[in-house]
Structure formats: structure tokens, C-alpha cells
């Protein structure tokens, strides 16, 4: 091993069983030429839903809410109990590669009820249709339809949701999704909702080039260079012009958007120094500053991708508290 390499550090045992079965179930239900059985996993998968609950758990209750019955478009509604006073609203978007997990898996519940909490924000975490069988851009279309539903249907958030002060967040490939949501408000005209930032939780990025830190990290834990490669093929159509140069993955590659004619909003974009896509979010995050973007760069040097998910990782809780103040700092300009 090269003295440049690195591997991930070790994790506290919780985290480590996790990502080891998160892993093996992933390998096993990828069938052949990058499909998924997606009944399998659904069915191993069942275990860890989670239902809405009325009744408050850990200072949060929560609703579902139904978009499009057609697509399975949703979202579950995360409302703080402890205030009544006016909230901003977060509009979240799960990752998993495009391809696997929902707002009720267990994880992202547990994670959105703490942002909810942490933040004091009302969030709504959104199921949008998942690849392969839903190919780019069914999970940007879904994204943006979902903050024209809330748009035109306030009322089926509480009363205290001030949808003037909206964030758009998203971790990995939800992280990808409110980026180009986030691109597509610009483009609209949205009557009540006005985004003030964007919050990139180790963006899901990528292009043709293997960049140094997907070189480098050779024990990434969670998501494994030919599991990134799987999930890029997975989710792109089929096509000379969808290759990982795309905009939709090399956001900042030679088809990329020209951002400084957009109102684009102040963003934060966390990195791991543990995650094999860091180099492509650093990308990110210089190619917002050089657009003249308001952005901010929070690096944990000793996170591996997906920490958020594990309270046992002090990360994961620093990570609430850098998110709440990047949002107190965004409503008070």
C-alpha cells in the first residue's frame, strides 16, 4: 500500500455491522447489467420502515402527505413540538446513490427528526422515484414538483411553516437533487416559497476523470468506487451524451451551468476527509465561490461518507449545529 493511500478509520461497532450489511444487501440485490430486485429488497428492507406518528417522539411529531399517487411522490412532514413560533421550512432529500433507501427508512427518519429538532425548522423529507427503474431526471422533476405542490398548498404544512425562509438540503444523491432543484427555481417563478440556501451533505458529484481522492481512498467503507460507478450507470439513460461528463453528475464539468446570471442561493457544502467523492464537492464549492455564489466550505477530516446517519460518530451531532447556524445566518440578511 502506497503511503498516499488511505483507508477509513476505524468505526465504533454499531456503525461498522451497519455499513457492512448496508453493503451486502446492495451487492445482493443488484442483479445483472446494473438492474435491481427491487421486491427484494423492498421485502429485506421492511424491518427498517418507519410510520408517521401524531404523537411526538424525541420533541418531533410527524405526517405524510401525498403528491402523486402515480409516481409514489411524498413526503413526510418532521413538525418541532417545543415552539409555536413562526419556523423556517427544509426541504430534504435523502441520498443512497439514486438508486436505494425512502424518508422511512429508520435512518432517515432518526436523522430528519433530529435536523427538525436541532435546526427548529419544519422538514419535509421527500420519496421520489428511484433508479433503475426511474431514470435521470424522473428525481429532479420530482424534487422540483414537490416545492410547486407545497407552493400552491401551504396549508397542508402547519401554520407556523414560513415558506419565505426555505432551505433546500439534501445529503449524497439528495444532495444532487437540490442542487438542480435549487437551478430550477431560478428558472421559475414560485409564488410563496423563496429559497434562502441550499445545504450539500456530501454532494453526489462526479465526472470521467478518477480524481486523486478516488484514487487515494482505497477502503472508502461506505460506497466503494464500483459501487459509484454502478449507481452512475444505474441512473443515467442510455446514450452517447450520458456519460459521468453529463451535467447532471460533473455539475461543474464542460456542460456546466452559468450560475453567476442566476439568483442562485448562499450555500453550504459539508465534505468528509474520509469520503472518495470529496474532491469532486471541493470542486463543487470553488466552482459556486468562482461564480460569485455566498458558499461555505465544513470539512470533517475524519468522516467517512454517510457519517451523518451514525449518532455514535461526534460528526453527526457537529453536523445539526453547523446546519442550524448556517440557517440562523441566512434568515438574519
Not at 503511503?3 to 478509520?9: F, L, R, W
Not at 422515484?129 to 404544512?157: C, M, N, S, T, W
Not at 438542480?180 to 421559475?188: D, F, G, W
Request: aromatic share 10%; charged share 20%.
Amino acid at each position: 500500500m502506497s503511503s498516499m493511500d488511505k483507508e477509513a478509520p476505524s468505526l465504533p461497532l454499531k456503525p461498522f455491522i451497519a455499513i457492512t450489511v448496508a453493503n451486502s444487501l446492495t451487492n445482493l440485490c443488484y442483479k445483472n447489467h446494473d438492474t435491481m430486485h427491487r421486491g427484494l429488497l423492498n421485502f429485506l428492507s421492511k424491518p427498517l420502515l418507519t410510520s408517521s406518528n401524531p404523537e411526538p417522539r424525541n420533541g418531533v411529531m410527524t405526517y405524510d402527505v401525498t403528491v402523486d399517487t402515480s409516481r409514489d411522490l411524498w413526503f413526510r412532514v418532521y413538525i418541532p413540538t417545543a415552539t409555536t413560533a413562526s419556523l423556517p421550512v427544509i426541504i430534504y432529500f435523502h441520498g443512497g446513490g439514486f438508486v436505494l433507501c425512502s424518508p422511512h427508512l429508520k435512518q432517515y427518519d432518526d436523522f430528519c427528526r433530529r435536523l427538525a429538532a436541532g435546526v427548529q425548522a419544519i422538514v419535509a423529507s421527500v420519496n421520489y422515484r428511484l433508479a433503475p427503474e426511474h431514470k435521470y431526471p424522473a428525481q429532479h422533476i420530482d424534487g422540483f414538483d414537490v416545492l410547486k405542490f407545497i407552493d400552491g398548498k401551504k396549508q397542508i404544512l402547519p401554520e407556523n411553516a414560513d415558506l419565505s425562509r426555505c432551505f433546500l438540503a439534501g445529503d449524497s444523491a439528495g444532495g444532487n437533487i437540490a442542487h438542480h432543484v435549487a437551478e430550477t427555481v431560478c428558472e421559475s417563478h414560485l409564488v410563496q416559497i423563496k429559497v434562502k440556501g441550499l445545504v450539500a451533505i456530501q454532494p453526489f458529484f462526479g465526472g470521467e476523470e478518477r480524481t486523486e481522492s478516488e484514487k487515494r481512498i482505497i477502503r472508502p467503507s461506505l460506497v466503494p468506487l464500483e459501487l459509484l460507478d454502478r449507481f452512475w450507470r444505474s441512473w443515467l439513460p442510455v446514450g452517447d451524451e450520458y456519460n459521468r461528463d453529463h451535467k447532471a453528475v460533473n455539475v461543474t464539468g464542460p456542460e456546466a451551468s452559468d450560475l453567476s446570471t442566476l439568483d442562485f442561493p448562499a450555500t453550504i457544502v459539508f465534505v468528509g476527509g474520509f469520503d472518495i467523492l470529496q474532491d469532486w464537492q471541493r470542486r463543487y464549492y470553488n466552482w459556486l465561490k468562482n461564480a460569485g455564489i455566498k458558499v461555505d466550505l465544513v470539512e470533517y477530516p475524519s468522516s467517512i461518507h454517510g457519517f451523518y446517519g451514525f449518532t455514535e460518530l461526534p460528526e453527526s451531532h457537529q453536523l445539526i449545529t453547523d446546519i442550524r447556524q448556517f440557517v440562523d445566518e441566512q434568515e438574519n440578511k
